[in-house]
């Protein structure tokens, strides 16, 4: 197979540094607006609070419905590409935006998420795991590289599963953690309901679509939430290159937002034929750290952006609740 991992939900070395591509992205969300479809609702979280705007000038001209000097313009809710998606604040986990955020859809990659965590709560990182692709057919499918044989730590197998997404790194940990993989995706299920995601099932540790693997964008923040409390998980997710001890070239992150958004320090993209663009992002901005999350994407990074930008300026709510 060879080391480098390749599919259409992640980016190529040469995607990653062409500075070109990150400008055109850029000018995208900066000057172009979504004109598709209408207006998200925020259909089962908190309203923003009302802000008063002047009437003055409402007959016409180009000052009509302007704010008077000293008012705060409204912030208008954000229109996205997203089937589905949903903004988490972190330090209570309320859900402040919602667009059919409960609705069941295939995550793709972003099944790795859980697979991580699983693998993380279960297992020494630093222990050496004799590899055992055999019998998983690639296929069109991103991979990191592995073949039977190899020797990698679980540190490195997470990487290998997170950066570049690799679906082999999933059958690898899966099989060195619970015996195999049937074993493994129970304990993902497991972990799932621990954590009261109600939208969600899992068939296979990757993401690839198959009957029955389906979560909802809420879902998704919420795990992301919950794994981001693990340091070594956090670390990973930030990371944009990683060197395994192998033969093999380095790994490069296909999170692309950890170029383009400066206060992005992860989480996840996915995309399959059945999925479309999913992902999950974070940033952190004045202390305070926000997770969106996006199922059915036909622009994930123009739609990440605009949430986190939307989510950012929004009141932040006291917690009178306990828990992670």
């Given at each position: 197979?060879?080391?480098?991992?390749?599919?259409?939900?992640?980016?190529s070395f040469?995607?990653?540094?062409?500075?070109?591509?990150?400008?055109?992205?850029?000018?995208?969300y900066?000057?172009?607006?979504?004109?598709?479809?209408?207006?998200?609702?925020?259909?089962?979280?908190?309203?923003?609070?009302?802000?008063?705007?002047?009437?003055?000038?409402?007959?016409?001209?180009?000052?009509?419905?302007?704010?008077?000097?000293g008012?705060?313009?409204?912030v208008?809710?954000?229109v996205?590409?997203?089937?589905?998606?949903?903004?988490?604040?972190?330090?209570?986990?309320?859900?402040?935006?919602s667009?059919?955020?409960?609705?069941r859809?295939?995550?793709?990659?972003?099944?790795?998420?859980?697979?991580?965590?699983?693998?993380?709560?279960?297992?020494?990182?630093?222990?050496?795991?004799?590899?055992?692709?055999?019998?998983?057919?690639?296929g069109?499918?991103?991979?990191?590289?592995?073949?039977?044989?190899?020797?990698?730590?679980?540190?490195?197998?997470?990487?290998?599963?997170?950066?570049?997404?690799?679906?082999d790194?999933?059958?690898?940990?899966?099989?060195?953690?619970?015996?195999?993989?049937?074993?493994?995706?129970?304990?993902?299920?497991?972990?799932?309901?621990?954590?009261?995601?109600?939208?969600?099932?899992?068939?296979?540790?990757?993401?690839?679509?198959?009957?029955?693997?389906y979560?909802?964008?809420?879902?998704?923040?919420i795990?992301?939430?919950?794994?981001?409390?693990?340091?070594?998980?956090?670390?990973?997710?930030?990371?944009?290159t990683?060197?395994?001890?192998?033969?093999?070239?380095?790994?490069w992150?296909?999170?692309?937002?950890?170029?383009?958004y400066?206060?992005?320090?992860?989480?996840?993209i996915?995309?399959?034929?059945?999925?479309?663009?999913?992902?999950?992002?974070?940033?952190?901005s004045?202390?305070?750290?926000?997770?969106?999350a996006?199922?059915?994407?036909?622009?994930?990074?123009?739609?990440?952006i605009?949430?986190?930008?939307?989510?950012?300026?929004q009141?932040?709510e006291?917690?009178?609740?306990?828990?992670?």
């Open positions: 197979m060879g080391y480098v991992g390749r599919n259409r939900d992640n980016a040469a995607t990653l540094a062409a500075v070109a591509i990150l400008a055109s992205l850029l000018s995208i900066w000057f172009t607006p979504i004109s598709s479809g209408n207006p998200v609702v925020c259909d089962d979280c908190a309203p923003a609070p009302a802000i008063s705007v002047s009437k003055a000038g409402a007959g016409g001209g180009s000052d009509a419905g302007a704010p008077a000097v008012e705060i313009s409204p208008a809710t954000p996205i590409s997203a089937k589905a998606g949903a903004i988490v604040d972190d330090r209570c986990g309320r859900l402040i935006f667009k059919e955020a409960h609705r859809l295939a995550p793709a990659s972003l099944t790795k998420i859980a697979a991580a965590i699983v693998a993380l709560e279960a297992a020494d990182v630093n222990k050496l795991v004799d590899v055992d692709v055999d019998g998983f057919y690639y069109d499918s991103t991979v990191m590289g592995l073949e039977t044989g190899m020797r990698l730590t679980l540190r490195d197998l997470l990487y290998g599963l997170l950066l570049p997404s690799g679906n790194a999933a059958v690898a940990i899966a099989r060195h953690v619970a015996g195999d993989v049937p074993a493994f995706v129970a304990r993902m299920n497991a972990k799932a309901k621990s954590l009261g995601l109600a939208d969600t099932h899992f068939t296979n540790p990757h993401g690839l679509d198959a009957p029955g693997h979560s909802s964008a809420y879902d998704m923040a795990l992301a939430r919950y794994a981001m409390k693990n340091p070594l998980f956090a670390e990973i997710v930030r990371t944009k990683w060197q395994p001890q192998w033969p093999g070239p380095e790994l992150n296909g999170n692309l937002l950890l170029w383009l400066p206060e992005s320090d992860g989480v996840k996915g995309w399959t034929e059945g999925a479309g663009q999913t992902m999950v992002a974070t940033a952190a004045g202390g305070r750290r926000l997770f969106v996006l199922l059915g994407s036909q622009d994930r990074y123009t739609d990440a605009r949430l986190l930008d939307w989510g950012f300026q009141p932040e006291a917690c009178n609740v306990g828990g992670w």
